[in-house]
């Protein structure tokens, strides 16, 4: 787009943005820990130091609450990789994920 405007977001939803703790499991039970840096109800981005999935991979991700505000589960869901790449090569990475399962 042209005039300074940003490019319209893909995503129908609304990303709230967060910096939350998550792990995340593979299917052989290996787990993995990072950062969720936003949530909508469609999806998260979780940035990562040393994990880097495949595309399409199925994981199950447990988001902990902020430390702050009160006594809050934290949200477990089963979601697909739809994106993966380096922000620092060797160093961090982030990943797109898109739920598919509410798991608690």
Known sequence: MGHGLPAPDARGALRVP???????????GCSHYGVCA??????????TTTFVPQA?????????????????KPLTARARVVRCHAI??????ELGLVIEEILA
């Open 18 to 28: 967060l910096d939350c703790k998550v792990r995340l499991r593979t299917g052989d």
């Open 38 to 47: 936003d949530l909508s109800v469609t999806g998260l981005t979780v940035r």
């Open 56 to 72: 399409d991979e199925l994981l199950d991700v447990c988001v902990m609450p902020p430390s702050q505000g009160g006594q809050t």
């Open 88 to 93: 620092e090569a060797g160093r961090l990475y």
